[in-house]
C-alpha cells in the first residue's frame, strides 16, 4: 500500500479488509470460546463446591456462546455482500387517507427517521417538504447521510398506517390514517448533474424552470428558482423549489432522479434475479400495509414478520426503530441463506 493509502488500489484493499472484519471478528471469539470451554471442563470435577458451581455457571455460557455461533453467527457469514453496503438514502414520505391526521403523522414518522439516524451518527437534512396549515407535511424528502443508510432503512418502504383519537376529535373516535414511506439508494455522486452515465444520458432529460408557488399556488417569489425534470423514457418526474437558487434546486433535482433511477434500477435487478430461480426472495410490496400504530394499545406491529413492540413511546422516541430493523435484517439472511442454500442443491 502507498503512504497516504490514496490510489484506487489502496481503497480497493481496504475495503475488502473491512468486508473480512467480521469473518475475523467471529473466528477469534469463536476461538477464544473453545478454549475457555476446555480450560473449564476439568474445573467441573473440581473437589470445592464453589468452584464447581463457578465451572458450571461458565460451561453454560460457553456453550450457549459456541450454539450461537453454529446456529446464526457463521451461516449469516453465507449471505452475499450488498452491492449497496456503502450508499447513503434519501426517505419519501406522502401522506395518505387520513386528510389532516395523515399529514400530522407523517411529521411524526418524520422526526423517528431524524433521531434514529441521529443516534447511529448519520447527518440528516429535509430537502423537501410541503406543510400543511394544520401543523403537518403533506409529503417531504429527507436526506440521510450515512455509510449503510440505504441497506439499514430499505425495509421502511411501504404503508405504515396509524390508528389514533386526532386531537381535533371531540367524540374519542379512532381513525385510521397511512403515510407512504420510499427508501431510496443514494450514491457520493448522486448530487452530479452531468448524465452520461449507466442511469440516464442528459438528452433524456427535460429540464423546466418557473416561479416557486407556495399554499394555495400563488408565487413566493419573482425569480424562476423552481426546477421540474422529467426523464423521458421512465417518465419519473422530479420538482425541486425549496431552495433559494435555481442552481441548488437544480442539483437537488438531479440527486433525487438520479436516487428514484438507481430505485428503479436495483428493482428490476431483484426481478431479473427471481425470475431464474426457483426458490424467490421475497420483497417488500410499497403499496403493502407493513407497520400499525395503535395508540390505544400502546403498541406497533410490523405485519411483515408478525412483531409487536409494546412501546409506542419508545420507537416515536427512535430508540425501538433498532428492534425492527435487527429483525428485518435477521429476517432477510435466512431468505438468502435458504436461496443460496437451494441453488446449490
Not at 480497493?12 to 471442563?41: G, I, M, V
Not at 424562476?224 to 426523464?231: G, P
Request: glycine share 6%.
Amino acid at each position: 500500500m502507498s503512504e497516504d493509502m490514496s490510489s484506487p488500489e489502496d481503497i480497493t484493499r481496504a475495503r475488502q479488509l473491512k468486508e473480512l472484519e467480521p469473518l475475523h471478528e467471529a473466528w477469534s471469539n469463536w476461538t477464544h470460546a473453545r478454549q475457555s470451554l476446555e480450560e473449564t471442563l476439568p474445573l467441573i470435577q473440581d473437589p470445592d463446591p464453589t468452584m464447581r458451581a463457578l465451572a458450571s455457571e461458565e460451561f453454560t455460557s460457553l456453550t450457549h456462546t459456541l450454539s450461537t455461533h453454529i446456529s446464526t453467527t457463521f451461516p449469516s457469514l453465507l449471505v452475499p455482500p450488498s452491492s449497496t453496503r456503502d450508499l447513503h438514502a434519501l426517505l419519501e414520505l406522502k401522506a395518505g387517507v387520513g386528510g389532516s391526521e395523515a399529514a400530522l403523522f407523517l411529521l411524526d414518522l418524520l422526526r423517528v427517521y431524524v433521531r434514529y439516524a441521529g443516534s447511529v451518527g448519520w447527518r440528516t437534512s429535509i430537502i423537501q417538504s410541503s406543510e400543511t396549515e394544520s401543523g403537518g407535511m403533506r409529503d417531504a424528502i429527507l436526506e440521510i447521510k450515512g455509510e449503510g443508510a440505504y441497506d439499514a432503512l430499505r425495509w421502511e418502504s411501504g404503508v405504515h398506517r396509524v390508528q389514533r383519537v386526532p386531537a381535533t376529535e371531540s367524540s374519542g373516535r379512532t381513525h385510521t390514517s397511512t403515510v407512504a414511506v420510499i427508501v431510496l439508494p443514494l450514491s457520493e455522486d448522486a448530487e452530479s448533474m452531468n448524465g452520461n452515465d449507466e442511469l440516464f444520458k442528459m438528452e433524456d432529460v427535460k429540464v423546466e424552470v418557473m416561479r416557486a408557488r407556495g399554499a394555495g399556488g400563488q408565487h413566493v417569489n419573482k425569480t424562476e428558482s423552481a426546477v421540474r425534470l422529467t426523464h423521458t423514457p421512465t417518465g419519473i418526474t422530479v420538482s425541486m423549489q425549496d431552495e433559494r437558487s435555481q442552481h441548488q434546486n437544480k442539483r437537488r433535482a438531479f440527486q433525487v432522479l438520479r436516487a428514484r433511477l438507481m430505485d428503479v434500477k436495483l428493482s428490476q435487478d431483484i426481478a431479473n434475479r427471481r425470475a431464474t430461480r426457483r426458490n424467490l426472495v421475497r420483497t417488500a410490496d410499497r403499496s403493502e400495509k407493513i407497520r400499525t400504530y395503535n395508540y390505544a394499545q400502546d403498541r406497533v406491529t410490523d405485519h411483515r414478520i408478525g412483531l409487536s413492540l409494546m412501546n409506542l413511546t419508545s420507537f416515536l422516541e427512535g430508540d425501538g426503530v433498532q428492534d425492527f430493523l435487527d429483525a428485518l435484517r435477521r429476517n432477510w439472511q435466512e431468505e438468502i441463506m435458504e436461496d443460496v442454500v437451494g441453488e446449490s442443491e
